[in-house]
């Protein structure tokens, strides 16, 4: 199975900053089938990207994802208050399908 | 509006089994896959299985091929989801999960809509 480590473990930063998460795997994700997740407190996470790079339905373009094969970046610009949560990266390239361990990012 | 509302919290003993169910509502049921995701207190998220609707074919995790049954029910819109044989690490949220693209699309395995979850506790 593909392994997935996301760095840092925590990031802390202020508002209107700029975020730079880092999604690595194990062996190449087929097709750069990649998406990132955002987890806020007491809820369930919800989808921000897709295929590396593609925003999901409502996700403003504060947010975007690059990389291929196993290196990948979530960066959000403009930081604000409610971007305080975790982030997991997840591959569907092949089966089983695995996420990261997860990046929290502090707003303070 | 896509609606996953999945049945209550439950306490099990070690070695029982639960099944868990998750209604859908809002889009036309046998076109997307369905996925249980798990995710233990304080921890990270695992993906557990994978079912067709329409079919009932399901695929599961390695780790859990044996313990977990996915099913279906489309005159309700509803999958379930059975883990057997118990343990403490078993306890954690469950979430329902409908895939982002249609069956028989190239890349399914992004998960859209979430359940609001359901807590299983597992304790002697």
């Known amino acids: 199975e593909i392994v997935l480590t996301q760095s840092p473990g925590t990031l802390s930063l202020s508002p209107g900053e700029r975020a730079t998460l880092s999604c690595r795997a194990s062996?190449?994700?087929?097709?750069?089938?990649l998406a990132w997740y955002q987890q806020r407190p007491g809820q369930a996470p919800r989808l921000l990207i897709y295929?590396?790079?593609s925003r999901a339905t409502g996700i403003p373009d504060r947010f975007s994802g690059s990389g291929s094969a196993t290196d990948f970046t979530l960066t959000i610009r403009r930081l604000e208050p409610e971007d305080s949560a975790v982030y997991y990266c997840?591959?569907?390239?092949?089966?089983?399908?695995?996420f990261g361990p997860g990046t929290k990012v502090d707003i303070k | 509006q896509v609606h996953l509302v999945q049945s209550g919290a439950e306490v099990k003993k070690p070695g029982a089994s639960v099944k868990l169910s998750c209604e859908a509502s809002?889009?036309?049921?046998?076109?997307?896959?369905m996925h249980w995701i798990r995710q233990a207190p304080g921890q990270g998220l695992e993906w557990m299985g994978i079912?067709?609707?329409?079919?009932?074919?399901?695929s599961y995790a390695p780790r859990f091929q044996g313990r977990v049954t996915l099913t279906r029910d489309t005159s309700t819109s509803t999958v379930y989801m059975d883990l057997s044989n118990l343990r403490s690490d078993d306890t954690a949220i469950y979430y329902c999960?409908?895939?982002?693209?249609?069956?028989?699309?190239?890349?399914?395995?992004?998960?859209?809509?979430w359940g609001q979850g359901t807590l299983v506790t597992v304790s002697s």
């Open positions: 809002g889009y036309t049921f046998p076109n997307y896959y």
């Open positions: 062996q190449s994700v087929s097709s750069s089938w």
């Open positions: 997840q591959q569907y390239g092949s089966s089983p399908f695995t």
């Open positions: 079912i067709t609707p329409s079919g009932g074919i399901a």
């Open positions: 295929g590396a790079s």
């Open positions: 999960v409908r895939d982002y693209v249609r069956i028989a699309t190239p890349g399914n395995g992004i998960f859209d809509y």
